[in-house]
């Protein structure tokens, strides 16, 4: 065992040098990317975040969209000609961020991951796409390693996402895990505050008892009424979010159909006075 495992070890090395000699269009391979389900999002992971969204320098995620125009200051991080729009929590192996990229290609997006070598794999896949088109699409697509339960707000600032994405996150199945549900009172608030009036927050997972729980949540909520089924369907983004995303994929290639798909869809709400009805209706967190 030990063997194999050395022997895995030199492959994976052999295939990054290989990589670095042949440049980097050279898509990357998933097979050499060794890595677990799921990370524990309360373990000290050693991440680098800023201490408020104005002061993270985004210019070396997307080099293509700095602001030229402003002054060279050093000591400030370099301004984007906009800002990000669309986050994919917990993006995986970055499957939607790839398809939604050029669907989307004025709107910047960002991945968000805490799995180290797979934040690696979707960087060099971003970087490679780039280096085969150049001056076209996945420009605007950026992934960060990241710890979302704990950083959000210190990334994005209030109102600025118009969609959010969860999509096949870790169920947690034991009840003492729940508390580390991406989907929760706590974090549903912190949804609202970074997604501007009108955003929308996408859900999909094949686990029914999460779908059902997503739901709840989400549904408990001021700030978020949930869209009609017809109204998803005509949402070219959850068309995309089921069959694009690597575990959409995975289902699709056993035959799966789209009921194995439990997926929603929420938008923040607009006007005070909305709010305030529901607050009054009697919400509880």
């Not at 949930?226 to 994929?249: A, F, L, N, P, Y």
């Amino acid at each position: 065992m030990p063997k194999a495992s050395g022997y895995k070890q030199e492959q994976r090395e052999a295939y990054r040098q290989n990589k670095e000699r042949n440049g980097g269009a050279q898509l990357p391979q998933k097979r050499f990317y060794r890595q677990r389900a799921h990370a524990n999002p309360f373990s000290d992971h050693c991440l680098e975040y800023p201490a408020a969204p104005d002061q993270m320098d985004w210019a070396p995620y997307f080099p293509a969209f700095v602001d030229q125009s402003e002054s060279n200051d050093p000591s400030k991080p370099k301004p984007l000609t906009k800002d990000i729009e669309v986050v994919d929590i917990g993006c995986g192996f970055g499957g939607l961020l790839v398809a939604l990229a050029p669907l989307m290609p004025e709107t910047l997006m960002l991945g968000l991951e805490i799995r180290s070598t797979v934040s690696d794999f979707v960087k060099e896949k971003i970087l490679a796409l780039r280096a085969q088109n150049p001056g076209g699409p996945y420009q605007n697509a950026a992934c960060l390693r990241a710890n979302t339960m704990k950083f959000l707000p210190n990334f994005f600032k209030r109102a600025q996402l118009s969609k959010v994405f969860i999509c096949f996150p870790d169920p947690h199945f034991k009840n003492r895990k729940h508390k580390a549900r991406i989907v929760s009172s706590t974090l549903n608030s912190e949804y609202a505050y970074a997604v501007r009036p009108g955003g929308i927050i996408y859900t999909i997972t094949d686990v029914e008892a999460l779908h059902h729980w997503m739901v709840e949540h989400l549904d408990a909520h001021p700030l978020f009424e949930r869209i009609s089924e017809e109204e998803q369907e005509r949402d070219e983004c959850v068309q995309v979010m089921r069959t694009e995303t690597e575990e959409g994929k995975r289902l699709h290639g056993t035959k799966a159909t789209n009921s194995w798909h439990y997926s929603g869809v929420w938008k923040t709400l607009l006007g005070d006075a909305t709010i305030l009805h529901r607050l009054v209706g009697g919400w509880k967190a």
